[in-house]
């Protein structure tokens, strides 16, 4: 069965210092997210992205984040200059179209330690 | 904004039911699901059940969607160990929004 794959699965990081989370999304699909679990709390959508842009991104999703598409197949999350509070699972998930909600398929997640 | 709240712990005897319930607030949801993550692990789709629905059986698994009180359940028959995890409800209309998790620990 086809998965999204996402590296690393753990990162220790000091703070300040710039992460990047990679994503492998599912080869046909068009849509592609992000989303982010603070330890106990919960699932935050963070930020979609679709045709090379993003199509919507929440108040969590500031300056100090981006994504890009580098290739015809990585989804990247950059954390530029990382803080305590962005400790957490990242995942990354994609669907093969917005309208078909119901098919969005997750990552194992990247565990990010900001220390 | 949206909100789906989910108690967050629920125990159950091996090979009973488990009942793990879940209100929201977005009556615009077009679709609900049940996710399902294991310990160090990502987030598996259980199942999901479209607004127009009142009930979804899946094996052992049923959805029931009371949209009126904006109440979804999911109900586990035969309960395993396997069936150890956090169950988080969500609701999208165009991003999923998630509950807080339901924690099921399996008593022997």
């Known amino acids: 069965e086809p998965e999204v794959t996402q590296t690393p699965s753990h990162q220790v990081t000091q703070m300040g210092q710039e992460v990047i989370l990679r994503c492998v999304p599912i080869s046909n699909h068009l849509y592609f997210y992000w989303y982010r679990q603070i330890l106990g709390q919960k699932v935050e959508f963070l930020v979609s992205f679709y045709n090379n842009e993003i199509s919507e991104k929440s108040e969590i999703f500031d300056d100090q984040f981006s994504v890009e598409r580098p290739d015809g197949s990585n989804f990247t999350l950059k954390i530029r200059s990382t803080k305590l509070e962005d400790s957490a699972m990242y995942f990354c998930?994609?669907?093969?179209?917005?309208?078909?909600?119901?098919?969005?398929?997750f990552g194992e997640g990247s565990w990010l330690t900001v220390v | 904004g949206e909100d789906v709240e989910q108690s967050l712990f629920l125990s159950v005897r091996e090979g009973d039911s488990s009942v793990i319930n879940c209100t929201y607030t977005d009556s615009s949801s077009t679709y609900l699901y049940w996710y399902k993550q294991e310990p160090g692990a990502g987030l598996q789709l259980l199942t999901y059940i479209f607004s127009n629905m009142d009930m979804k059986q899946d094996q052992r698994l049923t959805v029931l969607l009371n949209k009126k009180d904006k109440h979804l359940s999911l109900r586990i028959a035969d309960t395993q160990t396997g069936d150890s995890a956090i169950y988080f409800c969500?609701?999208?209309?165009?991003?999923?929004?998630f509950g807080t998790g339901t924690r099921l620990t399996i008593i022997p």
């Open positions: 998930a994609s669907s093969p179209d917005r309208s078909w909600q119901y098919t969005i398929y």
């Open positions: 969500a609701e999208s209309y165009e991003k999923l929004t």
